[in-house]
Protein backbone atom coordinates (compact mmCIF):
# COMPACT_ATOMS: atom_id res chain seq x y z
CA UNK A 1 0.00 0.00 0.00
CA UNK A 2 1.44 3.42 -1.13
CA UNK A 3 2.88 5.49 2.12
CA UNK A 4 1.19 8.29 1.12
CA UNK A 5 -2.93 7.15 1.12
CA UNK A 6 -2.42 5.35 4.59
CA UNK A 7 -3.67 8.59 6.90
CA UNK A 8 -6.18 8.64 4.14
CA UNK A 9 -7.57 5.68 4.71
CA UNK A 10 -7.52 5.95 8.93
CA UNK A 11 -9.32 8.89 8.77
CA UNK A 12 -12.14 7.34 6.10
CA UNK A 13 -12.45 4.46 8.40
CA UNK A 14 -12.68 6.56 11.69
CA UNK A 15 -15.41 8.60 9.26
CA UNK A 16 -17.29 5.45 8.66
CA UNK A 17 -17.42 4.33 12.31
CA UNK A 18 -19.10 7.89 13.19
CA UNK A 19 -18.07 9.61 16.15
CA UNK A 20 -20.27 10.04 19.73
CA UNK A 21 -22.08 13.39 19.64
CA UNK A 22 -21.10 15.95 22.61
CA UNK A 23 -22.62 16.31 26.12
CA UNK A 24 -24.58 18.22 26.78
CA UNK A 25 -23.36 22.13 27.41
CA UNK A 26 -19.84 21.37 26.04
CA UNK A 27 -18.33 24.25 24.20
CA UNK A 28 -17.94 23.65 20.28
CA UNK A 29 -15.01 25.35 20.46
CA UNK A 30 -13.41 22.69 23.13
CA UNK A 31 -13.84 19.93 20.52
CA UNK A 32 -11.16 19.26 19.21
CA UNK A 33 -10.19 15.81 16.81
CA UNK A 34 -8.82 14.53 14.02
CA UNK A 35 -8.59 17.58 11.61
CA UNK A 36 -8.52 14.79 7.83
CA UNK A 37 -12.10 13.63 10.01
CA UNK A 38 -13.43 16.76 10.92
CA UNK A 39 -13.04 18.66 7.66
CA UNK A 40 -14.59 15.49 6.15
CA UNK A 41 -17.51 15.18 7.79
CA UNK A 42 -18.35 19.06 7.09
CA UNK A 43 -17.96 18.69 3.30
CA UNK A 44 -19.74 15.69 3.30
CA UNK A 45 -22.42 16.61 5.09
CA UNK A 46 -22.46 19.78 2.80
CA UNK A 47 -23.35 17.84 -0.30
CA UNK A 48 -19.57 17.18 -1.06
CA UNK A 49 -18.67 15.28 -4.32
CA UNK A 50 -14.67 14.81 -3.99
CA UNK A 51 -12.17 16.08 -1.12
CA UNK A 52 -9.06 16.10 -1.51
CA UNK A 53 -5.73 16.98 0.96
CA UNK A 54 -2.05 17.52 -0.16
CA UNK A 55 0.11 18.09 2.89
CA UNK A 56 4.15 18.11 2.97
CA UNK A 57 4.43 16.05 -0.22
CA UNK A 58 1.96 13.47 0.19
CA UNK A 59 -1.81 12.74 -0.43
CA UNK A 60 -2.69 12.51 3.02
CA UNK A 61 -7.16 12.39 2.28
CA UNK A 62 -8.94 11.08 -1.10
CA UNK A 63 -12.95 10.86 -0.49
CA UNK A 64 -15.50 10.51 -3.56
CA UNK A 65 -18.53 10.28 -2.72
CA UNK A 66 -20.96 6.98 -3.77
CA UNK A 67 -20.72 7.02 -7.49
CA UNK A 68 -18.27 9.00 -8.18
CA UNK A 69 -15.46 8.28 -9.61
CA UNK A 70 -11.55 10.04 -9.45
CA UNK A 71 -11.88 9.51 -13.47
CA UNK A 72 -14.91 12.24 -13.35
CA UNK A 73 -14.34 15.81 -14.32
CA UNK A 74 -15.98 17.85 -12.02
CA UNK A 75 -17.00 21.90 -12.82
CA UNK A 76 -15.35 24.56 -11.20
CA UNK A 77 -17.42 27.48 -12.10
CA UNK A 78 -15.72 30.47 -10.58
CA UNK A 79 -13.03 28.30 -9.56
CA UNK A 80 -11.74 28.90 -13.20
CA UNK A 81 -10.76 32.34 -12.63
CA UNK A 82 -7.72 31.36 -10.89
CA UNK A 83 -7.07 28.91 -13.98
CA UNK A 84 -7.15 31.64 -15.98
CA UNK A 85 -5.13 34.08 -13.80
CA UNK A 86 -2.49 31.51 -14.27
CA UNK A 87 -3.01 31.38 -18.50
CA UNK A 88 -2.76 35.29 -18.54
CA UNK A 89 0.82 34.98 -16.19
CA UNK A 90 2.01 32.34 -18.47
CA UNK A 91 0.83 34.65 -21.84
CA UNK A 92 3.18 37.33 -20.08
CA UNK A 93 6.55 34.65 -19.31
CA UNK A 94 6.25 33.79 -23.14
CA UNK A 95 6.29 37.54 -24.05
CA UNK A 96 2.83 37.36 -25.75
CA UNK A 97 1.56 40.28 -23.21
CA UNK A 98 2.00 42.47 -20.71
CA UNK A 99 -0.23 42.53 -17.64
CA UNK A 100 -0.63 46.55 -17.62
CA UNK A 101 -0.57 46.70 -20.96
CA UNK A 102 -4.20 48.94 -22.28
CA UNK A 103 -6.33 46.65 -23.37
CA UNK A 104 -6.54 49.09 -26.83
CA UNK A 105 -3.07 48.18 -27.70
CA UNK A 106 -4.18 44.48 -28.85
CA UNK A 107 -8.08 45.44 -29.48
CA UNK A 108 -8.25 48.40 -31.55
CA UNK A 109 -12.22 49.09 -31.45
CA UNK A 110 -11.42 50.17 -27.39
CA UNK A 111 -8.53 53.01 -28.77
CA UNK A 112 -10.01 56.29 -28.78
CA UNK A 113 -11.07 59.00 -26.40
CA UNK A 114 -13.33 56.40 -24.27
CA UNK A 115 -12.47 55.52 -20.56
CA UNK A 116 -12.16 51.81 -22.47
CA UNK A 117 -9.04 52.94 -24.04
CA UNK A 118 -7.42 53.37 -20.26
CA UNK A 119 -8.46 49.56 -19.08
CA UNK A 120 -5.53 47.14 -18.47
CA UNK A 121 -5.22 43.31 -18.88
CA UNK A 122 -4.47 43.36 -15.78
CA UNK A 123 -7.55 45.31 -14.45
CA UNK A 124 -9.74 42.79 -16.56
CA UNK A 125 -8.96 40.11 -14.13
CA UNK A 126 -9.01 41.53 -10.77
CA UNK A 127 -12.42 43.11 -11.88
CA UNK A 128 -11.78 46.81 -11.88
CA UNK A 129 -11.46 47.20 -15.32
CA UNK A 130 -15.44 48.99 -14.93
CA UNK A 131 -16.86 46.26 -17.10
CA UNK A 132 -20.12 45.01 -15.99
CA UNK A 133 -22.20 41.93 -16.62
CA UNK A 134 -24.40 39.26 -14.79
CA UNK A 135 -21.76 37.11 -12.92
CA UNK A 136 -22.63 33.29 -14.15
CA UNK A 137 -24.13 34.62 -17.83
CA UNK A 138 -21.26 33.27 -20.36
CA UNK A 139 -20.74 36.23 -22.93
CA UNK A 140 -18.97 34.89 -26.39
CA UNK A 141 -16.01 37.40 -27.14
CA UNK A 142 -17.55 39.36 -29.32
CA UNK A 143 -20.12 40.47 -27.01
CA UNK A 144 -17.81 40.84 -24.50
CA UNK A 145 -16.03 43.35 -26.21
CA UNK A 146 -18.48 45.98 -27.19
CA UNK A 147 -19.86 46.15 -23.32
CA UNK A 148 -19.75 49.77 -21.74
CA UNK A 149 -18.14 50.76 -18.44
CA UNK A 150 -19.87 51.41 -15.67
CA UNK A 151 -17.46 52.72 -14.12
CA UNK A 152 -14.38 54.51 -14.59
CA UNK A 153 -11.40 51.88 -15.09
CA UNK A 154 -9.69 51.35 -11.07
CA UNK A 155 -11.89 53.00 -9.46
CA UNK A 156 -14.18 49.94 -8.25
CA UNK A 157 -14.74 46.03 -7.81
CA UNK A 158 -17.33 44.34 -9.74
CA UNK A 159 -17.69 40.50 -9.71
CA UNK A 160 -18.76 39.41 -13.61
CA UNK A 161 -17.48 37.37 -16.15
CA UNK A 162 -17.47 40.16 -19.39
CA UNK A 163 -13.84 41.14 -18.33
CA UNK A 164 -12.58 37.50 -18.99
CA UNK A 165 -14.25 37.07 -21.67
CA UNK A 166 -12.40 40.53 -23.44
CA UNK A 167 -9.51 39.24 -22.09
CA UNK A 168 -10.02 35.68 -24.19
CA UNK A 169 -10.12 38.03 -27.04
CA UNK A 170 -7.39 39.37 -26.40
CA UNK A 171 -5.29 36.36 -25.97
CA UNK A 172 -6.65 34.89 -29.02
CA UNK A 173 -5.40 37.61 -30.99
CA UNK A 174 -1.80 37.21 -29.28
CA UNK A 175 -1.98 33.91 -30.32
CA UNK A 176 -2.64 34.83 -34.18
CA UNK A 177 -6.18 32.76 -33.73
CA UNK A 178 -5.23 29.30 -31.60
CA UNK A 179 -8.17 28.52 -29.05
CA UNK A 180 -6.70 30.26 -25.45
CA UNK A 181 -8.02 27.18 -23.92
CA UNK A 182 -5.91 24.88 -25.66
CA UNK A 183 -3.00 26.96 -25.66
CA UNK A 184 -3.07 26.46 -22.15
CA UNK A 185 -3.57 22.26 -21.98
CA UNK A 186 -0.60 22.62 -23.33
CA UNK A 187 1.60 25.53 -22.00
CA UNK A 188 0.33 24.65 -18.45
CA UNK A 189 -1.72 21.56 -18.03
CA UNK A 190 0.24 18.62 -19.83
CA UNK A 191 3.14 18.96 -17.76
CA UNK A 192 1.51 17.86 -15.02
CA UNK A 193 -0.06 15.05 -16.72
CA UNK A 194 -3.50 17.08 -16.49
CA UNK A 195 -5.73 18.00 -18.75
CA UNK A 196 -9.04 19.83 -19.13
CA UNK A 197 -12.26 17.69 -19.02
CA UNK A 198 -14.53 20.04 -20.35
CA UNK A 199 -14.47 23.71 -21.26
CA UNK A 200 -18.23 25.05 -21.92
CA UNK A 201 -18.65 27.64 -25.18
CA UNK A 202 -20.91 29.97 -26.48
CA UNK A 203 -20.73 30.24 -29.56
CA UNK A 204 -17.28 28.26 -30.14
CA UNK A 205 -15.37 31.01 -27.41
CA UNK A 206 -14.19 29.34 -24.02
CA UNK A 207 -16.55 30.17 -21.14
CA UNK A 208 -13.16 31.77 -19.44
CA UNK A 209 -15.10 33.38 -16.35
CA UNK A 210 -16.44 29.67 -15.40
CA UNK A 211 -16.61 26.94 -18.15
CA UNK A 212 -13.73 24.81 -16.51
CA UNK A 213 -13.97 20.99 -15.80
CA UNK A 214 -11.33 18.95 -14.46
CA UNK A 215 -10.91 15.96 -12.27
CA UNK A 216 -10.30 16.59 -8.79
CA UNK A 217 -7.13 15.45 -9.04
CA UNK A 218 -6.21 17.31 -12.42
CA UNK A 219 -7.25 20.31 -9.90
CA UNK A 220 -4.94 19.14 -7.19
CA UNK A 221 -2.09 19.09 -9.43
CA UNK A 222 -2.70 22.73 -10.61
CA UNK A 223 -2.48 23.58 -7.26
CA UNK A 224 0.53 21.65 -5.88
CA UNK A 225 2.05 23.30 -8.91
CA UNK A 226 1.34 26.89 -7.38
CA UNK A 227 2.66 25.93 -4.25
CA UNK A 228 5.68 24.43 -5.89
CA UNK A 229 6.36 28.30 -7.08
CA UNK A 230 5.91 26.81 -10.58
CA UNK A 231 7.92 23.90 -10.25
CA UNK A 232 6.53 20.39 -11.51
CA UNK A 233 9.11 17.17 -10.50
CA UNK A 234 12.11 19.26 -10.61
CA UNK A 235 11.05 21.09 -14.40
CA UNK A 236 10.31 24.52 -14.00
CA UNK A 237 7.06 25.48 -16.16
CA UNK A 238 6.49 28.47 -14.84
CA UNK A 239 8.12 31.39 -13.02
CA UNK A 240 7.90 31.72 -9.32
CA UNK A 241 8.39 34.94 -8.87
CA UNK A 242 5.78 35.78 -11.85
CA UNK A 243 3.50 33.72 -10.15
CA UNK A 244 3.10 36.06 -7.09
CA UNK A 245 1.60 38.50 -9.34
CA UNK A 246 -1.70 36.06 -9.20
CA UNK A 247 -1.23 37.37 -4.87
CA UNK A 248 -1.12 41.02 -5.86
CA UNK A 249 -4.41 43.17 -4.33
CA UNK A 250 -5.61 46.01 -5.94
CA UNK A 251 -7.19 49.26 -3.59
CA UNK A 252 -10.52 48.31 -5.16
CA UNK A 253 -9.94 44.84 -4.44
CA UNK A 254 -7.51 44.53 -1.06
CA UNK A 255 -8.47 40.73 -0.68
CA UNK A 256 -8.37 39.46 -4.37
CA UNK A 257 -5.73 39.41 -7.14
CA UNK A 258 -5.90 37.90 -10.80
CA UNK A 259 -8.93 35.58 -10.67
CA UNK A 260 -7.85 34.60 -7.27
CA UNK A 261 -9.26 35.22 -3.80
CA UNK A 262 -6.70 36.25 -0.59
CA UNK A 263 -6.77 35.86 3.31
CA UNK A 264 -6.03 39.58 3.22
CA UNK A 265 -7.36 42.16 5.99
CA UNK A 266 -10.50 44.20 4.58
CA UNK A 267 -10.96 47.34 6.49
CA UNK A 268 -14.72 47.63 7.92
CA UNK A 269 -17.19 49.22 5.72
CA UNK A 270 -15.11 48.87 2.34
CA UNK A 271 -16.81 48.51 -1.06
CA UNK A 272 -15.16 45.59 -1.88
CA UNK A 273 -17.05 43.60 0.86
CA UNK A 274 -20.46 44.07 -0.27
CA UNK A 275 -19.08 43.82 -3.65
CA UNK A 276 -17.43 40.15 -3.33
CA UNK A 277 -21.01 39.04 -1.39
CA UNK A 278 -22.12 37.48 -4.86
CA UNK A 279 -19.43 34.96 -4.70
CA UNK A 280 -18.31 33.98 -1.37
CA UNK A 281 -19.44 35.19 2.66
CA UNK A 282 -16.43 37.41 3.89
CA UNK A 283 -15.07 35.82 7.52
CA UNK A 284 -13.67 39.09 9.09
CA UNK A 285 -11.70 42.32 8.88
CA UNK A 286 -8.74 40.46 9.70
CA UNK A 287 -8.95 38.24 7.24
CA UNK A 288 -11.02 37.75 3.51
CA UNK A 289 -11.29 33.60 4.23
CA UNK A 290 -10.65 33.05 7.72
CA UNK A 291 -10.00 35.51 9.97
CA UNK A 292 -8.48 33.54 12.14
CA UNK A 293 -6.18 31.60 9.96
CA UNK A 294 -2.51 32.07 7.70
CA UNK A 295 -1.86 35.10 5.75
CA UNK A 296 -0.73 33.68 3.10
CA UNK A 297 -3.96 31.41 2.50
CA UNK A 298 -5.34 31.62 -0.74
CA UNK A 299 -8.22 30.09 -2.98
CA UNK A 300 -9.90 29.66 -6.05
CA UNK A 301 -13.65 30.08 -5.51
CA UNK A 302 -16.52 28.88 -7.47
CA UNK A 303 -20.56 28.41 -7.16
CA UNK A 304 -21.73 25.11 -5.45
CA UNK A 305 -18.46 25.49 -3.45
CA UNK A 306 -16.01 24.62 -5.39
CA UNK A 307 -12.61 25.05 -3.58
CA UNK A 308 -9.00 25.16 -4.61
CA UNK A 309 -7.31 26.44 -1.21
CA UNK A 310 -4.01 26.72 -1.07
CA UNK A 311 -1.62 27.46 2.25
CA UNK A 312 1.60 27.63 1.54
CA UNK A 313 3.39 27.94 5.55
CA UNK A 314 1.66 24.35 5.94
CA UNK A 315 2.66 22.76 2.91
CA UNK A 316 -0.95 22.18 1.93
CA UNK A 317 -3.43 21.67 -0.81
CA UNK A 318 -7.20 20.75 -0.73
CA UNK A 319 -9.68 20.39 -3.62
CA UNK A 320 -13.44 20.38 -2.34
CA UNK A 321 -15.86 19.94 -4.79
CA UNK A 322 -19.87 19.90 -4.18
CA UNK A 323 -23.65 20.33 -4.87
CA UNK A 324 -25.64 23.39 -3.56
CA UNK A 325 -25.44 23.77 0.10
CA UNK A 326 -25.92 27.35 1.22
CA UNK A 327 -24.97 26.46 4.60
CA UNK A 328 -21.40 26.16 3.33
CA UNK A 329 -18.65 28.46 5.81
CA UNK A 330 -14.80 28.60 4.65
CA UNK A 331 -13.74 29.67 7.93
CA UNK A 332 -15.62 26.62 9.69
CA UNK A 333 -14.16 23.87 7.32
CA UNK A 334 -10.42 25.62 7.45
CA UNK A 335 -10.48 25.25 11.26
CA UNK A 336 -11.39 22.17 11.11
CA UNK A 337 -9.00 20.93 8.58
CA UNK A 338 -5.56 23.09 9.74
CA UNK A 339 -6.64 23.14 13.45
CA UNK A 340 -8.63 19.96 13.76
CA UNK A 341 -11.47 22.52 16.17
CA UNK A 342 -14.80 23.40 15.80
CA UNK A 343 -15.49 27.23 15.77
CA UNK A 344 -17.62 28.43 18.74
CA UNK A 345 -20.82 29.02 16.56
CA UNK A 346 -22.51 27.86 13.28
CA UNK A 347 -23.27 30.00 10.88
CA UNK A 348 -26.67 30.90 9.56
CA UNK A 349 -27.20 29.78 5.97
CA UNK A 350 -26.59 32.68 3.82
CA UNK A 351 -29.63 34.44 2.11
CA UNK A 352 -29.69 34.14 -1.83
CA UNK A 353 -30.10 37.47 -3.39
CA UNK A 354 -31.65 37.73 -6.49
CA UNK A 355 -28.45 38.32 -8.35
CA UNK A 356 -27.35 34.42 -7.46
CA UNK A 357 -30.14 33.17 -8.34
CA UNK A 358 -29.76 34.79 -11.73
CA UNK A 359 -26.20 33.46 -11.59
CA UNK A 360 -27.32 29.80 -11.39
CA UNK A 361 -29.92 29.99 -13.71
CA UNK A 362 -27.47 31.01 -16.50
CA UNK A 363 -25.41 28.46 -15.25
CA UNK A 364 -27.96 25.75 -15.46
CA UNK A 365 -28.96 27.11 -18.90
CA UNK A 366 -25.24 26.71 -20.04
CA UNK A 367 -24.81 23.14 -18.71
CA UNK A 368 -28.37 22.30 -20.42
CA UNK A 369 -27.18 24.17 -23.42
CA UNK A 370 -24.65 21.75 -23.90
CA UNK A 371 -26.59 18.50 -23.15
CA UNK A 372 -29.20 19.26 -25.95
CA UNK A 373 -27.38 21.59 -27.96
CA UNK A 374 -30.14 24.56 -27.68
CA UNK A 375 -30.94 27.36 -29.97
CA UNK A 376 -30.73 31.11 -29.20
CA UNK A 377 -34.63 31.21 -29.18
CA UNK A 378 -34.90 28.13 -26.92
CA UNK A 379 -31.96 30.01 -24.42
CA UNK A 380 -34.30 32.50 -24.38
CA UNK A 381 -37.82 30.74 -23.74
CA UNK A 382 -36.04 28.62 -21.36
CA UNK A 383 -33.87 31.10 -19.21
CA UNK A 384 -37.43 32.08 -16.95
CA UNK A 385 -38.04 28.29 -16.74
CA UNK A 386 -34.16 27.90 -15.26
CA UNK A 387 -34.43 30.78 -13.17
CA UNK A 388 -37.83 28.59 -11.46
CA UNK A 389 -35.90 25.79 -11.10
CA UNK A 390 -33.17 27.64 -9.13
CA UNK A 391 -35.35 29.37 -6.72
CA UNK A 392 -36.70 25.78 -6.05
CA UNK A 393 -33.43 24.38 -5.48
CA UNK A 394 -32.55 27.28 -3.06
CA UNK A 395 -35.71 26.24 -0.98
CA UNK A 396 -35.18 22.52 -0.96
CA UNK A 397 -31.54 23.88 0.46
CA UNK A 398 -33.31 25.57 3.72
CA UNK A 399 -35.49 22.88 4.68
CA UNK A 400 -32.86 21.41 7.05
CA UNK A 401 -34.18 23.58 9.56
CA UNK A 402 -37.55 22.46 9.52
CA UNK A 403 -39.55 19.49 11.26
CA UNK A 404 -40.20 16.44 9.76
CA UNK A 405 -43.91 16.56 8.75
CA UNK A 406 -43.65 20.38 7.56
CA UNK A 407 -39.95 19.20 6.02
CA UNK A 408 -42.32 16.10 4.28
CA UNK A 409 -44.90 18.44 2.99
CA UNK A 410 -42.35 21.09 1.43
CA UNK A 411 -40.88 18.23 -0.32
CA UNK A 412 -44.24 17.22 -2.01
CA UNK A 413 -45.24 20.44 -2.77
CA UNK A 414 -41.74 21.39 -4.53
CA UNK A 415 -41.63 18.22 -5.85
CA UNK A 416 -45.03 19.15 -7.94
CA UNK A 417 -43.84 22.16 -8.85
CA UNK A 418 -40.55 20.67 -9.92
CA UNK A 419 -42.52 18.43 -12.60
CA UNK A 420 -44.75 21.19 -13.67
CA UNK A 421 -41.16 23.26 -15.14
CA UNK A 422 -39.94 20.08 -16.31
CA UNK A 423 -42.97 19.95 -18.25
CA UNK A 424 -42.80 23.76 -19.46
CA UNK A 425 -39.31 22.99 -20.21
CA UNK A 426 -39.95 20.05 -22.37
CA UNK A 427 -42.40 21.81 -24.16
CA UNK A 428 -40.02 24.17 -25.76
CA UNK A 429 -37.66 21.45 -26.95
CA UNK A 430 -37.84 18.83 -29.83
CA UNK A 431 -38.92 15.06 -29.30
CA UNK A 432 -34.88 14.37 -29.46
CA UNK A 433 -34.45 16.73 -26.83
CA UNK A 434 -37.00 15.84 -24.48
CA UNK A 435 -35.38 12.35 -24.50
CA UNK A 436 -32.02 13.73 -23.85
CA UNK A 437 -33.09 16.51 -20.94
CA UNK A 438 -35.04 12.87 -19.29
CA UNK A 439 -32.20 10.84 -19.14
CA UNK A 440 -30.21 14.23 -17.79
CA UNK A 441 -32.89 14.72 -15.04
CA UNK A 442 -32.25 10.77 -14.38
CA UNK A 443 -28.73 11.21 -13.93
CA UNK A 444 -28.98 14.14 -12.08
CA UNK A 445 -31.68 12.42 -9.57
CA UNK A 446 -29.74 9.13 -9.73
CA UNK A 447 -26.61 11.56 -8.10
CA UNK A 448 -29.22 13.20 -5.08
CA UNK A 449 -29.95 9.50 -4.17
CA UNK A 450 -26.80 8.82 -3.85
CA UNK A 451 -25.68 10.87 -1.35
CA UNK A 452 -27.69 9.18 1.04
CA UNK A 453 -30.01 10.45 3.88
CA UNK A 454 -30.57 13.96 4.09
CA UNK A 455 -30.19 16.69 1.71
CA UNK A 456 -26.59 16.77 1.68
CA UNK A 457 -26.31 13.07 2.56
CA UNK A 458 -23.74 11.13 4.11
Given at each position: ?8 L ?13 S ?10 D????A ?5 D ?17 W ?6 P ?5 L???T ?8 L ?8 E???P ?8 AG ?15 T ?7 G ?15 P ?43 V?D?S ?10 G ?68 L ?11 D ?11 F?Q ?37 E ?12 V ?21 E ?31 L?R ?17 A ?17 R ?9
Amino acid sequence: MPTALRPALLVLALAACGSAPPSGGEDPSERIGDPLELALDYSRDRAGNALLVWVDGELVLEWYAPGRQPSDPHILASGTKTLVGVMALAAVEDGLLELDDPVALHLPEWAGDSPRARVTIRQLLNFTSGLDGTPGRALDFEEAVGQALVHPPGEGFRYANAGFEVFGAVLRERLEGEDPVDWFEGRVLHPLGARVGDWSRTRGDPHLGGGASLTPRDWLAFGRLLLQDGVWEGEEVLDGARLQLLLKPSEAAPAYGLGTWLNFPVPEGHPFLDASVVALQADGPEGLIWSDGPSDLFMAAGLFNQRLYIVPSRGLVAVRMGGPDQSWDDAEFLARLLEGQELEAARPPREVTDEQVELLANLRLQQVGRELELTLEQEEALRPLFRQQMEGLMELSRLQGLGPLRRAAALRRLAREGEEVDAAIEAELTADQVEAYRAFRARERADFRGRGPGLGGR
